[in-house]
């Protein structure tokens, strides 16, 4: 997952989810909305899984009555580069190496290398004030390409690491080879990027991907067959509705929910704040149009952008073919702070998005249950929050994560 675009910055607005735009029909109602941070701006990079994790983990310290925290996603995501860089050179090439993650890549980095705040380490130290990684991944690409191609007969020095380690902090800022000689001040106290994990009482193996998909076993592990997935991390697989069933129990408990996703369809559109799965996609040709129907050949369309319309019933075997024919593919990470319904009964999840204030809902949209079960990727979720039934089909894994 890497999705980003150029926006504008975050602000902290008022936050109102009874539509979705001005002019809009929808209502939504039974509205639960969790505590959270404000929205962000990756930019000109295809960070959104550093943004939407540690948007996931910022809430997860307001859980937990650590007060209000900006993390740094420049920190997580140089130590992933390094990581990816290590590994594709292990692999000889046959491995993926770009600006893309995955959720588990955040508790990698918190393990090996703690948290930081934006403060300490914001990751701009290329002239610019806004996150660009085009040069930087290219760069790093061709440095590691280079090193993969072994011109000293066939070995590789000692020096490459350095050489990245050292691209790195030109690019994103010094970092020590020893991490926790890097130090900074929060809230009045000096910190360590681990002490200052543990004083938001965040902890690496206390989360967990969710996922589900028919070709492999349900309640198992399994290594989800996306390019980002470099380190070839599992996830747990889950029947279709129990994969909804999580989301729900974990909102309603007070938990939030990243969560990863295709967002190629013509019913996704942040700048209309919903994404939905309509009947009739003829309902959703036009993202402009704020008319409450569309003209189409002739015929008086609803504009389900502005209406609700009837949506798609999705089915695990639906969801399968469209992830085994490359309709469903993993885009962009994102963070689920909340649910509501419309007038008509559907169910919406509330979504916190990483494009900066850039539409009517200040940076946040609404994805429709019907959406969501098609499109899901995964979820990465705190261990607490997924319910006691599910943990039963197999212990071990939440108690070990194996």
């Not at 929060?186 to 994990?197: A, C, I, L, S, V």
Request: net charge neutral; hydrophobic share 35%; proline share 5%.
């Amino acid at each position: 997952m890497l999705l980003g675009v150029w926006q504008l910055s975050a602000q902290n607005k008022a936050e109102d989810f009874t539509t979705n735009q001005p002019g809009s029909k929808y209502r939504f109602h039974d509205i639960i909305l969790l505590p959270h941070t404000p929205v962000k701006n990756q930019n000109r990079t295809g960070t959104c899984w550093s943004f939407s994790t540690l948007s996931f983990l910022e809430s997860e310290a307001l859980r937990k009555g650590k007060g209000e925290h900006d993390l740094s996603e420049m920190w997580v995501a140089r130590h992933v580069y390094q990581g990816k860089a290590e590994n594709y050179i292990r692999m000889d090439g046959k491995a993926n190496f770009a600006q893309g993650g995955e959720f588990h890549d955040i508790p990698w980095v918190m393990e090996r290398y703690g948290l930081v705040t934006e403060k300490a380490y914001p990751g701009l130290h290329y002239g610019d004030t806004i996150h660009i990684h085009n040069e930087l991944e290219a760069v790093l690409k061709g440095m590691v390409d280079a090193v993969n191609r072994k011109p000293q007969k066939g070995h590789l020095t000692t020096a490459w690491k350095d050489a990245v380690r050292g691209t790195l902090d030109a690019y994103l800022g010094y970092v020590p080879k020893n991490t926790e000689e890097f130090t900074f001040e929060e809230n009045g106290r000096r910190f360590t990027p681990k002490r200052f994990m543990k004083y938001l009482d965040l902890h690496p193996h206390d989360y967990v991907e969710i996922t589900s998909f028919t070709h492999h076993p349900y309640y198992k592990p399994f290594v989800v067959e996306i390019p980002d997935n470099w380190q070839m991390a599992s996830a747990f697989n889950v029947p279709l509705d129990e994969l909804v069933t999580i989301t729900e129990h974990a909102l309603k408990n007070g938990y939030t929910v990243a969560w990863g996703a295709d967002v190629s369809e013509k019913g996704f559109s942040h700048r209309n704040g919903l994404a939905i799965l309509p009947e009739d996609e003829r309902t959703v040709s036009d993202r402009k149009s704020k008319d409450l129907y569309l003209n189409i050949d002739g015929k008086k369309i609803p504009n389900a952008f502005m209406q609700p319309v009837p949506q798609k019933k999705v089915t695990p075997e639906m969801r399968q073919e469209w992830f085994d024919r490359k309709f469903t593919t993993d885009d962009h990470g994102m963070h689920i702070i909340g649910m509501a319904k419309d007038q008509n009964g559907m169910r919406y999840f509330i979504v916190k998005n990483s494009w900066g204030d850039s539409n009517a809902l200040h940076g946040y949209f609404l994805v429709s249950e019907p959406y969501f079960r098609a499109k899901t990727i995964d979820i990465f979720v705190h261990k607490d929050a997924v319910p006691a039934a599910t943990k039963k089909k197999n212990p071990c894994y939440f108690k070990h994560g194996e």
